[in-house]
């Protein structure tokens, strides 16, 4: 597609229950990065894939949230017995390398509530 | 990882001022982005300037770089109430491939 796509754009969920969010890169770009978004907040950085290396996990802030991409497609962000704490909005960028020289292309977001 | 740094954190100006909004980071780097997010969703790239340049213009923005204090600044001449959003920086340095961002300028323009 022509940009980044997230789904859904809003989620809703029960404290508790399993969420997963989806990420549509732009066709042909490596990198695909996680971030999140606390209301007011700058971005947190969650989790980097590039091409078939190994993907740095190190910002997923507890083992409830897990990420996964198939080959340099789409990827999904897990996020397990969800809190309160969980809610944000999470964006997924992507870009042809893992460096700044081609600039980043973000999706829209996925808004997610626990309630 | 280092980490950009918006100055000021909310910037309040009226339809047709300029904008002015700053960046310090800390390290070596090798480009500097500018983003501009609305209501809390996705980025939207702005601009890209590299180690070796001092200066950019896009329309009606103008990005200069100053490496030897560690700063950038974004300008956005004759503002117009759409310019109302927040504006991140994102620097890189090295071969660290994360991207890492500040909490960003909330700019308000009102009309």
């Known amino acids: 597609g022509a940009g980044v796509s997230q789904s859904p754009s809003n989620k809703v969920t029960e404290k508790g229950k399993d969420v997963e969010l989806r990420c549509d890169p732009i066709s042909g770009h490596t990198a695909l990065y996680w971030y999140r978004q606390r209301l007011g907040q700058g971005l947190e950085f969650l989790i980097y894939f590039q091409g078939n290396s190994a993907p740095d996990k190190s910002g997923l802030p507890s083992d409830r949230f897990s990420a996964e991409r198939t080959g340099e497609s789409v990827s999904t962000l897990t996020i397990q017995r969800t809190q309160q704490e969980d809610s944000a909005v999470y964006l997924c960028a992507s870009s042809l390398a893992g460096t700044g020289n081609y600039g980043y292309t973000f999706g829209s977001g996925t808004r997610l509530t626990v309630v | 990882s280092q980490q950009g740094e918006e100055d000021p954190q909310a910037l309040s100006i009226q339809e047709g001022e300029n904008a002015t909004m700053n960046c310090s980071y800390k390290?070596?780097?090798?480009?500097l982005q500018w983003y501009r997010q609305n209501s809390g969703r996705g980025l939207v790239h702005l601009i890209l300037i590299r180690s070796n340049e001092r200066e950019k213009h896009s329309g009606r923005l103008r990005v200069t770089l100053d490496t030897s204090k560690k700063s950038s600044s974004l300008l956005i001449t004759a503002s117009r109430a759409a310019d109302t959003a927040s504006y991140f920086c994102e620097v890189e340095g090295g071969s660290n491939y994360k991207l890492t961002f500040g909490k960003g300028t909330l700019l308000t323009v009102n009309p």
């Open positions: 390290t070596s780097i090798n480009n």
